[in-house]
């Protein structure tokens, strides 16, 4: 990804507000873009530190784009747990916590930072909706686009409690079209309008009534899981699209811990507040402690590891067959 596609975004604030002409990246941390393709001084919001997984790394990925940023970097600030954390606690740039601190990213983004932080060119945002509502709580001051904004930021990255329906709608949109980047700029429009802007909406919510077959087909594959002690784990084998988190949901609805086999990996999901820690428990450097993905190569070590560390669970009303 030696590119990004940047966009400046007309904002509700005057021609002579230096926020004004803010320009908005998508970023994912396995695949940072070139310092040099981020304009300006750059924020970045929700972007993990690269987890060591064997074809990626903090020393080859996340590291090379913080020294290239160099002064540019005006802020980093993310949620995620990982262990090279402790190197940036006397920068002040560095905002960072863990996912147990705070279960959303904007919830971190609040005026007092945003004006700290002062004027920035460049927004790199995660891909995924509380990356984009931290983008646009920048954008507004570090204020909510809505209130209760937060709120559903939090309800959705830790899949706990129920988000209210612009949210739903929002993720089940970014669900449906999750590489669309016209889709995502919609949705930072729409949140910078503070949600009046209802032609954004509408193709918010068509984009959104476009995952009811991937949830249809996720429901047919969790009929394929098989629960052992406190894992229920499940291969897919069908070409047919589906919405993986919601198969791992589905998947924690019958045990503790669900595992998906597709496309060469394990996705290892359990309930945010179910004190399991699989990067510890798999060594994997960083990332969110309870959704991690590894190599399907790694299958038996990972279900070994998985079943020593659930066995207080068998029998404790947690799992479910």
Excluded at 13 to 24: E, K, N, V, Y
Excluded at 111 to 135: E, F, M, N, Q, W
Excluded at 240 to 251: I, N, Q
Excluded at 291 to 314: D, G, I, N, W, Y
């Amino acid at each position: 990804m030696d590119s990004v596609r940047q966009l400046s975004l007309p904002l509700p604030m005057t021609s002579t507000d230096p926020l004004a002409a803010t320009r908005f990246a998508f970023l994912t941390p396995r695949a940072l873009p070139k310092a040099e393709t981020l304009a300006g001084r750059v924020v970045v919001l929700d972007i993990a530190f690269a987890a060591d997984t064997g074809k990626t790394s903090f020393a080859t990925v996340t590291l090379p784009f913080i020294t290239n940023l160099g002064s540019r970097l005006a802020a980093w600030v993310d949620h995620h747990d990982h262990e090279r954390h402790v190197d940036y606690l006397g920068d002040a740039r560095f905002v960072l916590a863990n996912k147990a601190q705070h279960g959303a990213c904007p919830e971190m983004v609040t005026p007092d930072l945003v004006k700290r932080i002062g004027p920035v060119d460049t927004i790199a945002v995660h891909v995924d909706l509380d990356g984009l509502y931290s983008g646009a709580k920048w954008v507004l001051g570090g204020v909510e686009p809505y209130d209760g904004a937060d709120l559903d930021a939090r309800a959705i990255d830790t899949r706990r409690g129920k988000p209210g329906p612009i949210a739903e709608r929002i993720d089940r949109a970014l669900r449906a079209r999750f590489r669309d980047e016209n889709l995502k700029h919609r949705i930072l429009q729409y949140l910078i309008a503070r949600t009046h802007a209802p032609h954004h909406f509408e193709e918010i919510d068509a984009a959104a009534r476009l995952v009811d077959p991937l949830l249809e087909q996720a429901q047919r594959l969790s009929a394929l899981y098989r629960v052992d002690g406190a894992v229920a784990y499940v291969e897919v084998k069908s070409s047919v699209p589906y919405d993986k988190t919601e198969l791992l949901l589905l998947g924690q609805q019958r045990a503790a811990v669900a595992v998906v086999r597709d496309s060469g990996s394990l996705s290892i999901a359990a309930d945010f507040d179910s004190g399991l820690d699989f990067v510890k428990l798999l060594n994997l450097g960083g990332g969110m402690p309870t959704r991690v993905s590894v190599p399907e190569s790694r299958r038996e070590e990972v279900l070994t590891k998985l079943a020593q560390a659930t066995a207080h669970l068998v029998g404790s009303g947690v799992t479910r067959s």
